[in-house]
C-alpha cells in the first residue's frame, strides 16, 4: 500500500511539474548566451543579431566591464566590444569615475582614528605621578599622540592618572599601549575609561 501512495505521489509531481512548464512564459536572450539554459529553444540568427544590437544601443558594453573586472571571458567571446583599444578606454573611464566617487564619499578625510582616556593606577599613596607620565609619554608608537593629562582622587589619599591619547586604528593596538603602561616602574594596573572614534 505505501509503494502505491509513493507512486501516485511522485505521478503527481511529476504531473505538477509538467503544468507549470506549460505555463511559464517563453525565456529570451537578455544579457549574455552563458545564461541560456539547454532546454531553451534555439534563436534564429537574425533574432540573435537584433538582440545584440539593441543591447549595444542601450550602452551595455560587454567588453568594458571584462575589462574592469580583469577577466577574460574567451568561452563566451567579446560580443558587445568594437575593439581592444576602444575597451580599455572605456574600462579606465569606468574606473576613474569609481575612485572619483571614492574619494567624494570619503570627503578626503584622514585614517580613522580614535580618543582614548586611560587610567593609570600607582602601587600606593608615594606614587611619583610625575615620573609616571614623564614614563608614559616616553612610549613612542607610529600613530600614537598624547594628550592632556590631571591627577584624579581615588580616596584614602590614593591618586590615578588619567591621560587621554589619539590613536590612528591601523596602526596602534589599545591592548599593546595598555600592556606597554603596565610594565611602567609604580603602575598597579590600567584601565581604558572611555574610547570615542573622531
Not at 539554459?37 to 537584433?50: E, G, K, V
Not at 580599455?88 to 585614517?111: F, I, M
Not at 599593546?176 to 603602561?181: A, G, K, P, R
Amino acid at each position: 500500500m505505501a509503494r502505491i501512495l509513493m507512486v501516485v505521489a511522485a505521478m503527481c509531481m511529476l504531473g505538477a511539474l509538467g503544468a507549470a512548464e506549460a505555463l511559464a512564459p517563453p525565456l529570451t536572450l537578455t544579457s549574455s548566451p552563458s545564461l541560456l539554459a539547454p532546454r531553451l529553444l534555439p534563436l534564429s540568427s537574425d533574432s540573435l543579431l537584433s538582440a545584440l544590437e539593441q543591447a549595444k544601443h542601450a550602452g551595455f558594453n560587454h567588453g568594458a566591464i571584462l575589462a574592469l573586472r580583469g577577466g577574460n571571458d574567451d568561452e563566451d567571446g567579446d560580443l558587445f566590444a568594437d575593439g581592444d583599444e576602444e575597451t580599455t578606454a572605456a574600462a579606465e573611464e569606468l574606473k576613474k569615475k569609481a575612485e572619483a566617487a571614492k574619494a567624494k564619499s570619503s570627503g578626503g578625510r584622514g585614517p580613522a582614528k580614535t580618543a582614548v582616556v586611560i587610567d593609570v593606577k600607582g602601587l600606593d599613596e608615594n606614587t611619583d605621578f610625575q615620573e609616571v607620565e614623564k614614563s608614559a609619554r616616553e612610549i613612542k608608537m607610529e600613530g600614537l599622540l598624547w594628550g592632556e593629562s590631571h591627577l584624579v582622587s581615588i580616596g584614602y589619599g590614593l591618586q590615578k592618572l588619567r591621560i587621554t591619547v589619539v590613536v590612528e586604528d591601523d596602526k596602534v593596538s589599545i591592548d599593546d599601549l595598555e600592556e606597554t603602561l603596565g610594565e611602567i616602574s609604580g603602575v598597579q594596573s590600567v584601565d581604558i575609561v572611555s574610547m570615542n572614534k573622531i
